[in-house]
């Protein structure tokens, strides 16, 4: 039977954004299963099966529901065995949880404010507003004033990459010889930004530049078909 | 037959504080092998095994000698596959070298820095002459200027610990519901610290702290038998 993903997306339906909602589709391609995205605004995630998450990612597959990137390719994991593993195994399962704290502590902070204008302009009225609001309240100023600081921002955050790139000197992925979800966690927060802002994040002779031009060819080009932000 | 560990000490042979001794000697005691310290200087290396690398750790283990504590780690899980495993599969195998190059550029300049000067103190006349020239000439400056750098970097660099202070909400070690290699590899950084000085990296409040506890006690408190700087 076909999963659904409640996937994020602003005005324009075939531009899924979120980087969680990411990990999720390349975990559900990984694993090779049929699957249909549901686009889903910001304000629609409250009415996603009855209230099950307050965000996205959530998955529907049969009887069962899973909210929450990680917790999905947990679900997946257990559920289909027999598909390529997303962890290779339980230390694999392990560690990609400290793949996952550093991504959403290291990356998401300086994206986030990078491309937060541009994530508002995406979104239709109504959906603006609500970002507007809501965002300016976490921040504590307005969007165009935290995106304003990405410049002064961007040698430290490349910087801050480092433990990734050299990595990369070591072995292709993450996950060794091939991706496994501990690379759709990070490439989830590249994809982003690239479908929300031109802004350029990685000087184009970053190895992490071409780790990501890997990962957007995956699965059939799953990721790739959707154009970066002009 | 009992493996060989050539392991870093100053003028105390009792006290190895390499990091990446500590991580070997971490993992043969997980796989539960007989081994004996080989109590090496800074300027016995180059005659280890008849110069085998430039670098301790370095095992024998009958024939073979292997050098570079990750190194040491792959081949002890290859050749011990029967014994408890360092990585619980190839994902986790792949993934540690993310948290080892994240530890390598996160962890071991703060340290090295901070406890420059101690380290000095530990050595002997002829190593601490060798020590002092090669890391001055590393640096660019006095080690007592280097270590004098600490307190205004202290905050950043628990700060920069954030990745696994968070991982450590969800799971009680980087390998999930018990120690793996990856662990060790943290842990031999902050045993690095713990050894040379008595500068305190981490607030007594820290889940990190809690968690470096734990790893003192592991394997019959293999770490934890080795006293804190005083």
Tied chains: 1, 2.
């Excluded at 975990?27 to 009415?47: E, I, N």
């Excluded at 989830?188 to 184009?204: H, V």
């Amino acid at each position: 039977m076909t999963i659904l993903l409640y996937d994020l997306v602003g005005s324009d339906m075939t531009r899924p954004f979120s980087p969680h909602c990411w990990k999720a589709a390349m975990a559900l391609a990984h694993k090779g299963l049929d699957y249909r995205s549901v686009p889903t605004r910001f304000l629609d995630v409250s009415a996603v099966e009855g209230g099950a998450s307050k965000t996205v990612p959530v998955i529907r597959d049969g009887d069962v529901v899973v909210a929450d990137s990680f917790a999905i390719a947990l679900y997946l994991e257990q559920a289909y065995p027999d598909r390529p593993s997303l962890f290779e195994g339980a230390g694999g399962e392990a560690h990609a949880r400290f793949v996952e704290r550093w991504s959403q502590l290291t990356i998401h902070p300086y994206i986030g404010a990078a491309a937060l204008t541009a994530l508002h302009g995406m979104q239709d009225a109504a959906n603006a507003a609500y970002f507007r609001e809501s965002r300016e309240a976490r921040f504590g100023k307005s969007l165009e004033e935290v995106s304003a600081a990405r410049d002064a921002g961007l040698q430290s955050f490349r910087a801050s990459l480092e433990p990734l790139r050299s990595m990369l000197s070591y072995q292709p992925w993450i996950g060794g010889d091939g991706p496994l979800f501990a690379d759709y966690i990070v490439f989830g927060a590249l994809q982003w930004a690239r479908i929300a802002t031109p802004y350029q994040l990685l000087d184009a002779a970053d190895p992490i530049a071409a780790w990501f031009g890997r990962c957007l060819e995956l699965h059939d080009g799953l990721a790739g078909h959707v154009a970066a932000a002009a």
